[in-house]
Protein backbone atom coordinates (compact mmCIF):
# COMPACT_ATOMS: atom_id res chain seq x y z
CA UNK A 1 0.00 0.00 0.00
CA UNK A 2 0.96 3.42 -0.91
CA UNK A 3 0.47 7.07 0.56
CA UNK A 4 -1.19 9.91 -0.77
CA UNK A 5 -0.07 13.30 -0.36
CA UNK A 6 -2.69 15.58 1.66
CA UNK A 7 -2.65 19.28 2.35
CA UNK A 8 -4.16 20.69 5.24
CA UNK A 9 -3.81 24.67 6.23
CA UNK A 10 -4.62 26.53 9.16
CA UNK A 11 -3.97 30.46 9.37
CA UNK A 12 -1.97 30.10 6.45
CA UNK A 13 0.15 27.62 7.36
CA UNK A 14 0.78 24.67 5.51
CA UNK A 15 0.69 21.25 6.39
CA UNK A 16 1.69 18.07 4.63
CA UNK A 17 0.29 14.80 5.54
CA UNK A 18 0.78 11.53 4.31
CA UNK A 19 -2.59 9.22 4.27
CA UNK A 20 -2.26 5.64 3.97
CA UNK A 21 -5.70 5.02 3.73
CA UNK A 22 -7.20 2.10 5.39
CA UNK A 23 -10.98 2.30 6.95
CA UNK A 24 -10.62 0.99 10.17
CA UNK A 25 -10.58 3.62 13.37
CA UNK A 26 -8.16 6.34 12.83
CA UNK A 27 -4.77 6.64 13.63
CA UNK A 28 -2.49 10.49 13.70
CA UNK A 29 1.12 9.72 13.58
CA UNK A 30 3.19 12.70 15.10
CA UNK A 31 7.09 12.93 14.80
CA UNK A 32 10.07 14.18 17.23
CA UNK A 33 11.65 17.28 16.97
CA UNK A 34 13.84 17.38 13.48
CA UNK A 35 11.41 14.58 12.51
CA UNK A 36 9.74 13.97 9.04
CA UNK A 37 6.54 12.30 8.55
CA UNK A 38 8.00 9.52 6.52
CA UNK A 39 9.89 7.84 9.92
CA UNK A 40 6.99 6.13 10.28
CA UNK A 41 6.24 4.54 6.59
CA UNK A 42 6.92 1.12 8.19
CA UNK A 43 4.51 1.55 10.67
CA UNK A 44 2.02 3.22 8.95
CA UNK A 45 2.11 0.73 6.26
CA UNK A 46 1.20 -2.46 8.75
CA UNK A 47 -1.54 -0.18 10.67
CA UNK A 48 -3.50 0.47 7.62
CA UNK A 49 -4.19 -3.16 7.30
CA UNK A 50 -6.66 -2.03 10.41
CA UNK A 51 -6.81 1.85 10.50
CA UNK A 52 -7.12 4.48 8.55
CA UNK A 53 -3.64 6.11 9.15
CA UNK A 54 -2.41 9.55 8.84
CA UNK A 55 1.24 10.77 9.15
CA UNK A 56 2.07 14.28 9.75
CA UNK A 57 5.44 16.84 8.92
CA UNK A 58 4.71 19.19 11.46
CA UNK A 59 5.03 22.65 11.10
CA UNK A 60 8.82 23.72 10.62
CA UNK A 61 9.47 20.13 9.64
CA UNK A 62 9.72 18.15 6.23
CA UNK A 63 7.10 19.65 3.20
CA UNK A 64 5.47 21.08 5.80
CA UNK A 65 5.50 24.96 6.26
CA UNK A 66 9.52 25.29 6.82
CA UNK A 67 9.54 29.30 8.85
CA UNK A 68 6.29 29.01 10.76
CA UNK A 69 5.85 32.92 13.17
CA UNK A 70 4.35 30.27 15.85
CA UNK A 71 6.49 27.79 17.56
CA UNK A 72 3.89 27.36 20.66
CA UNK A 73 2.60 24.28 21.99
CA UNK A 74 -0.59 25.87 21.48
CA UNK A 75 -0.03 25.96 17.68
CA UNK A 76 1.08 21.91 17.14
CA UNK A 77 -1.86 21.38 18.91
CA UNK A 78 -4.15 23.11 17.01
CA UNK A 79 -2.47 22.09 14.04
CA UNK A 80 -3.35 18.67 14.88
CA UNK A 81 -6.98 19.64 15.37
CA UNK A 82 -7.27 20.94 11.98
CA UNK A 83 -5.66 17.64 10.83
CA UNK A 84 -8.06 15.48 12.66
CA UNK A 85 -11.27 18.16 11.44
CA UNK A 86 -10.11 18.65 7.66
CA UNK A 87 -9.24 15.11 6.81
CA UNK A 88 -12.60 13.79 8.64
CA UNK A 89 -10.46 11.73 11.67
CA UNK A 90 -13.84 10.89 14.15
CA UNK A 91 -11.82 10.00 17.33
CA UNK A 92 -8.69 9.04 16.17
CA UNK A 93 -5.59 7.62 18.41
CA UNK A 94 -2.69 10.36 18.67
CA UNK A 95 0.49 8.47 18.26
CA UNK A 96 3.48 10.56 18.89
CA UNK A 97 6.87 10.02 19.58
CA UNK A 98 9.46 12.60 21.70
CA UNK A 99 7.99 16.23 21.01
CA UNK A 100 5.35 14.76 18.56
CA UNK A 101 4.32 12.80 22.35
CA UNK A 102 3.99 15.60 23.71
CA UNK A 103 1.82 17.59 21.78
CA UNK A 104 -0.28 14.41 21.18
CA UNK A 105 -0.52 14.33 25.12
CA UNK A 106 -1.58 18.25 25.00
CA UNK A 107 -4.22 17.81 22.16
CA UNK A 108 -6.13 14.85 24.20
CA UNK A 109 -5.88 17.45 27.59
CA UNK A 110 -7.11 20.33 25.65
CA UNK A 111 -9.66 18.26 23.51
CA UNK A 112 -11.82 15.94 25.32
CA UNK A 113 -13.05 13.68 23.21
CA UNK A 114 -11.33 13.82 20.12
CA UNK A 115 -8.99 11.32 21.07
CA UNK A 116 -9.92 8.10 21.19
CA UNK A 117 -6.33 7.04 22.86
CA UNK A 118 -3.01 8.48 23.56
CA UNK A 119 0.11 6.88 22.79
CA UNK A 120 3.43 8.08 23.75
CA UNK A 121 6.84 7.01 23.06
CA UNK A 122 9.60 8.58 24.65
CA UNK A 123 7.41 11.40 25.85
CA UNK A 124 6.22 12.57 29.47
CA UNK A 125 4.88 15.77 31.20
CA UNK A 126 7.49 16.93 33.17
CA UNK A 127 9.35 20.39 32.62
CA UNK A 128 12.52 19.88 30.45
CA UNK A 129 16.15 20.83 31.59
CA UNK A 130 16.80 24.44 30.62
CA UNK A 131 19.60 23.57 28.91
CA UNK A 132 18.34 21.33 26.53
CA UNK A 133 17.90 24.14 23.68
CA UNK A 134 21.38 24.59 23.76
CA UNK A 135 22.12 20.72 23.67
CA UNK A 136 19.55 20.19 20.86
CA UNK A 137 21.44 23.84 19.29
CA UNK A 138 24.99 21.87 19.72
CA UNK A 139 23.75 18.74 18.05
CA UNK A 140 22.43 19.88 15.01
CA UNK A 141 25.19 22.18 14.72
CA UNK A 142 27.60 18.86 14.64
CA UNK A 143 25.94 17.22 11.57
CA UNK A 144 28.39 17.65 8.80
CA UNK A 145 26.12 19.31 6.13
CA UNK A 146 25.73 18.95 3.54
CA UNK A 147 26.06 15.78 3.69
CA UNK A 148 28.28 14.73 -0.21
CA UNK A 149 25.65 12.06 -0.38
CA UNK A 150 22.54 10.07 0.75
CA UNK A 151 24.69 7.40 1.78
CA UNK A 152 26.94 9.03 3.49
CA UNK A 153 23.93 10.58 5.76
CA UNK A 154 22.66 7.22 6.51
CA UNK A 155 26.01 6.21 7.30
CA UNK A 156 26.32 9.61 9.89
CA UNK A 157 23.20 8.69 11.46
CA UNK A 158 24.08 5.08 12.64
CA UNK A 159 22.94 2.98 9.29
CA UNK A 160 20.55 0.24 9.38
CA UNK A 161 16.52 1.46 9.38
CA UNK A 162 17.33 4.42 11.53
CA UNK A 163 19.87 5.72 9.09
CA UNK A 164 17.57 5.00 6.51
CA UNK A 165 15.10 7.29 8.31
CA UNK A 166 16.64 9.82 9.19
CA UNK A 167 18.40 10.54 6.17
CA UNK A 168 15.16 10.12 4.27
CA UNK A 169 14.30 13.52 6.27
CA UNK A 170 17.26 15.50 4.01
CA UNK A 171 16.43 17.16 0.26
CA UNK A 172 19.34 17.45 -1.88
CA UNK A 173 19.76 21.14 -2.80
CA UNK A 174 23.04 23.35 -3.53
CA UNK A 175 25.19 20.39 -4.19
CA UNK A 176 24.55 18.83 -1.53
CA UNK A 177 21.79 16.97 0.87
CA UNK A 178 20.46 19.42 3.47
CA UNK A 179 17.51 19.02 6.34
CA UNK A 180 14.51 20.23 5.97
CA UNK A 181 14.12 21.98 8.69
CA UNK A 182 15.89 25.35 9.66
CA UNK A 183 18.25 25.19 13.48
CA UNK A 184 16.44 27.95 14.80
CA UNK A 185 13.36 27.02 14.10
CA UNK A 186 14.26 23.58 16.41
CA UNK A 187 15.28 25.58 19.05
CA UNK A 188 12.60 27.40 19.70
CA UNK A 189 10.56 25.02 19.38
CA UNK A 190 11.74 23.58 22.74
CA UNK A 191 11.66 27.03 24.66
CA UNK A 192 8.65 26.62 26.13
CA UNK A 193 9.29 23.08 27.68
CA UNK A 194 12.33 23.96 29.80
CA UNK A 195 9.23 26.80 31.55
CA UNK A 196 7.10 25.07 32.80
CA UNK A 197 5.60 21.35 33.59
CA UNK A 198 2.63 19.80 32.10
CA UNK A 199 1.46 17.74 35.14
CA UNK A 200 -2.57 19.61 34.98
CA UNK A 201 -2.60 18.62 31.22
CA UNK A 202 -1.39 14.75 32.41
CA UNK A 203 -3.66 14.65 34.96
CA UNK A 204 -6.88 16.00 33.12
CA UNK A 205 -6.34 13.18 30.07
CA UNK A 206 -9.48 10.80 30.22
CA UNK A 207 -8.72 8.38 27.11
CA UNK A 208 -7.00 5.07 27.47
CA UNK A 209 -3.29 5.70 27.22
CA UNK A 210 0.11 3.90 26.72
CA UNK A 211 3.17 5.08 27.61
CA UNK A 212 6.29 2.77 25.58
CA UNK A 213 9.74 4.02 26.71
CA UNK A 214 13.14 3.21 25.66
CA UNK A 215 16.30 2.96 27.44
CA UNK A 216 17.51 6.50 26.46
CA UNK A 217 16.64 8.20 29.87
CA UNK A 218 15.68 11.35 28.31
CA UNK A 219 12.17 10.87 30.08
CA UNK A 220 13.72 11.07 34.32
CA UNK A 221 12.59 8.14 36.37
CA UNK A 222 11.04 10.13 38.64
CA UNK A 223 8.97 11.74 35.86
CA UNK A 224 7.54 8.29 34.96
CA UNK A 225 7.38 6.95 38.30
CA UNK A 226 5.21 10.02 38.94
CA UNK A 227 2.93 10.10 35.43
CA UNK A 228 1.61 6.46 36.53
CA UNK A 229 1.49 7.59 40.10
CA UNK A 230 -1.19 10.80 38.65
CA UNK A 231 -2.74 8.42 36.32
CA UNK A 232 -2.23 4.74 37.51
CA UNK A 233 -5.10 3.55 34.81
CA UNK A 234 -2.00 3.58 32.42
CA UNK A 235 -0.48 0.98 30.54
CA UNK A 236 3.17 1.52 30.30
CA UNK A 237 5.84 -0.31 28.53
CA UNK A 238 9.80 -0.48 28.53
CA UNK A 239 11.91 -1.48 25.48
CA UNK A 240 15.17 -2.20 26.82
CA UNK A 241 16.99 -2.90 23.45
CA UNK A 242 16.04 0.63 22.02
CA UNK A 243 17.08 4.01 22.75
CA UNK A 244 15.02 7.21 22.04
CA UNK A 245 14.04 6.04 19.13
CA UNK A 246 11.87 3.48 19.43
CA UNK A 247 9.52 3.15 16.63
CA UNK A 248 12.80 2.61 14.34
CA UNK A 249 14.81 0.71 16.53
CA UNK A 250 12.84 -2.04 18.01
CA UNK A 251 9.63 -1.45 15.44
CA UNK A 252 8.27 -5.14 15.93
CA UNK A 253 8.09 -4.68 19.78
CA UNK A 254 6.20 -1.52 19.25
CA UNK A 255 4.15 -3.04 17.11
CA UNK A 256 3.36 -5.43 19.42
CA UNK A 257 2.83 -3.23 22.17
CA UNK A 258 0.35 -1.08 19.91
CA UNK A 259 -1.59 -4.73 18.75
CA UNK A 260 -2.36 -5.23 22.22
CA UNK A 261 -3.54 -1.82 23.86
CA UNK A 262 -5.39 -1.47 20.34
CA UNK A 263 -7.21 -4.83 20.51
CA UNK A 264 -7.76 -4.34 24.72
CA UNK A 265 -7.69 -0.71 26.64
CA UNK A 266 -8.33 1.50 23.14
CA UNK A 267 -10.98 -1.23 21.62
CA UNK A 268 -13.95 1.04 22.19
CA UNK A 269 -14.95 1.15 18.53
CA UNK A 270 -18.75 1.61 18.27
CA UNK A 271 -19.94 4.62 16.76
CA UNK A 272 -20.79 6.92 19.34
CA UNK A 273 -18.14 5.96 21.96
Given at each position: ?T??E ?5 E?V???C???G??GP?V ?6 A ?6 D??A ?9 V?V???G ?5 R ?12 D ?7 L???RPV????S???H??ML?A??H?G?A??LVLVE????R???G ?5 G????A??T???S?P???EF????EV ?6 G?E?RD????P????D?M ?11 Y??E?T????P ?5 GRS????A ?7 D??P?TV?AS??AAG??V????PD???Q??R??L ?6 L??GG
Amino acid sequence: MTWTERTVVREGVRLACRDWGGSGPPVVLLHGLAGHAGEWDALARDLSRRHRVVAVDQRGHGASERRPGDVSRAAYVADVVAVVEQLDLHRPVLLGQSLGGHTAMLTAAAHPGLARALVLVEAGAGRAAPGLPAEIGAALDAWPTPFPSRPAAVEFFGGGEVGEAWAAGLEERDGGWRPRFDRDVMVDALAENTRRSYWDEWTGIACPTLLVLGRSGIIPAADTAAMLDRRPETVAASVLAAGHDVHLEQPDALRQLLRAFLDGPAADLTPGG
